[in-house]
């Protein structure tokens, strides 16, 4: 079973599907332990698991293959189709609408191609809002909708987000257009799905109606219903630093902590039965004892609340553990608890070939197998807090390895965090507000708002604590790392489990790339319709603007920018500059700010701007002229001129900061949003253009790149930062051909991904494409090369 689930696991790392030819040898392989001779036992052993090792393989390409067929075509993008479908999922608010999960169960326009698993939204029309109508599961619409293909920003260090979607079957993106032609066919479908779905709907809704305005309702309702999306950002930054936020969802431990208690209820009340004053009821305890109705009642109530979580990965896993241990309960089957973590491993990913994706999946089953560890064949008595201490402490250290693979954090006061968090969610605020929900109780929900927010207080003034980031490990490092984690958590009396400690040293001993002296590398991040670009010499750090806000509380700032310096183990700035007064340049200046602290902020903003005035000491204005050297590195602001700060009636693009950076590898121009005027009048001031890589100017757009700067800069290498299907048209084509006459190479962000320049003296620039490097079977055009199976 572990082998089926490497090579399930080994398929979602592929670039592309492996050709299906070698499905023929299957059955060969299939045939070798019967045909190899029995003293063979080895070989025969090997070839069982090549076997399961095949059977993952096959079995996760023939599942993605299924769903790469579920594509829209390029003709389809952006085109209006009318369709008929349902309403699948909960909806969830958004600030100008609802989006919700919709699947299509007819096409009604003639020869259109559309995927049958998509996400809709339906939004108020801007400055003339309608009534919307109610969302609900389980509904069927019909209505005209335009679809678009998922795409999303990619970068080092930070999630794949199209991956997640295709994970979870989201095929397309696409808004609902408000019209004559829709109309609701049927208010309820009666599936179990739906039923349930709206059942989580009703239950979200009334602890909104008994909490109006509270700060943790969106709290409670993720331990409800698992429903996370009214949870503010500051609040799961408080949750993240503390390291408890597997708590804030339907996660194993509150469906165990659940379903231990209906045991108990159960256990104790058949064994109460008045089986005296009613005799007939004799018969039913004789046949199911009060073992047998606890297990069953466990079950049941344990299957009852992953519903309500959606049948998230973590609630099918432990639902899947308690279900076999139900099972081996009811008919008297000894199970190891090993064979039981293992067999909820292979179910759960035979079920969910893409579960493997996801960083919980392995946290989910890691913690469980650690507790296990610490827990299984320990001899004597051991008082119950230091149990309790135990497991805590060999969750903490045991996920270190995975934490720091994926995350590049550790949070220092997670164990005592979760110490103080776990009895108070698991067994006050879990039960109170489900009780109080499934009773109709409101008292009970609200007693449970004032235990959570007592808590949160408590929790604040831990958030304070330092975060440990550095940049993740090599995977050779978290192997070892686990080892250590492993011979360190032996029993006492164990010689050298300090050896341990030594295992776990190469999980922090990262090794960070530098530029040599005298080089320059340039990352231009793709942040969507905006602009971010970092730059480093040798011991200096830059960033060229911040990106866009997304909107939710979320920016390019937090959701990128960070991440991906704290992977590059960049903990602070040298200078951030920020080039004009836009949002998709400025955007996501205060998250950045306040994770990774700048030394200097070059700006054409003024001191009394929202944007910079927290930081109106650390403050320089932008003006031609201004330069610098270090590492080898030159430095020169080239506009705006300090004449234009005294017309207020400048646009903000003709007052962009442009930086250029020279090395003796090569010369990169950033231009932020300059247009033709301002391209002229650099030109006529003498400014010293000429660059090997250049950030086109305003995104490509027809404003700028004029024909005598192209001819002036003569750029190698031409980036576009643009937004995947953005609403400007940016690049526009006849930019683009202007520079490939020139002879430019050139890349795009929305199709490219992160586009890294190195630059080092005596050796050719490096290009590194991440798309490239980074690529994944659903990525691009994944549906034609599925066509094989």
Known sequence: MLAFVAGVSWVQWMPQLPDSVWLWGLPLLLGAPWILPSSWRNVRWLAVVLIWLAMGIGWASLRATERLADYLPDAWSDVPVVVTGLVTDMPVKTTHGVRFAFDID???????????????????????????????????????????????????????????????????????????????????????????????????????????????????????????????????????????????????????????????????????????????????????????????????????????AGFGVPAQRTLLMLLTVAWAMLFNVRVSATLLLTVALFVVSLIDPWAVLAPGFWLSFGAVGWLWYVGNARVGEVAFWRRWWRAQWAVAIGLAPVLLAFFGQLSLVSPLANVVAIPVVELLVTPLVLLGSLTGMAVLVQMAHAVLALLVSILRELAIWPVWHQPAPDGWAVSLGTVGVAWLL?????????????????????????????????????????????????????????????????????????????????????????????????????????????????TSLAARNGVVRPWAARLVRCVTGEFWQVDGVKFQVLHPDGSSYADMHLKDNNRSCVLKASSAGGSVLLTADIEARDERQMLAAGEQVRADLLLAPHHGSHTSSTPAFIAAVRPRWVIFSVGAHNRFGHPHGDVVARYVRAGSQYWRSDRDGEVSVRFVPNHAPVVVVWRQKYRRYWQDGGQEKSLAW
């Open 106 to 308: 007819a096409v009604l326009t003639p020869g259109a191609h559309i995927p049958r698993h998509v996400q809709l939204a339906l939004l108020a029309a801007y400055r003339h809002p309608l009534a919307l109508p109610a969302i609900l599961p389980g509904q069927r619409w019909r209505w005209t909708i335009t679809l678009r293909a998922p795409r999303a920003s990619e970068n080092p260090h930070v999630p794949d987000a199209e991956g997640i979607w295709f994970a979870e079957d989201v095929r397309a993106f696409g808004r609902v257009q408000m019209s004559a032609g829709m109309s609701l066919l049927a208010n309820r479908s009666y599936t179990w799905a739906g039923t349930f779905n709206r059942w989580r709907l009703l239950l979200a809704q009334q602890i909104d109606a008994w909490l109006p305005g509270q700060p943790y309702a969106g709290v409670l309702k993720a331990l409800t219903v698992g429903d996370q999306s009214d949870i503010p950002a500051w609040q799961w930054q408080v949750f993240q630093r503390t390291g408890i936020v597997h708590l804030i969802s339907i996660s194993g431990s509150h469906i165990t902590m659940l379903a231990g208690l209906a045991y108990a209820l159960a256990f104790w009340s058949w064994r109460r039965l008045p089986v005296f004053t009613w005799p007939r009821l004799m018969w039913l305890v004789l046949v199911w004892p009060a073992q047998r109705v606890a297990t069953v009642a466990s079950a049941f109530v344990a299957f009852v609340y992953v519903a309500l």
């Open 490 to 602: 032996l029993p006492r009396g164990v010689p050298a489990r300090w050896l341990g400690v030594v295992c776990l040293l190469p999980l922090f001993w990262v090794h960070v790339s530098r530029p040599p002296p005298g080089g320059l590398w340039v990352d231009t991040l793709d942040v969507g319709q905006g602009l971010a670009v970092v730059l480093r010499t040798h011991q200096h750090d830059y960033l060229f603007d911040t990106g866009p806000v997304y909107g939710n509380g979320s920016d390019s700032g937090g959701r990128i920018i960070v991440p991906y310096l704290q992977g590059e183990g960049i903990d602070g700035l040298d200078t951030l500059v920020l080039s004009h007064d836009d949002n998709d340049h400025t955007g996501g200046a205060h998250s950045v700010l306040a994770a990774v602290p700048a030394n200097h902020i070059l």
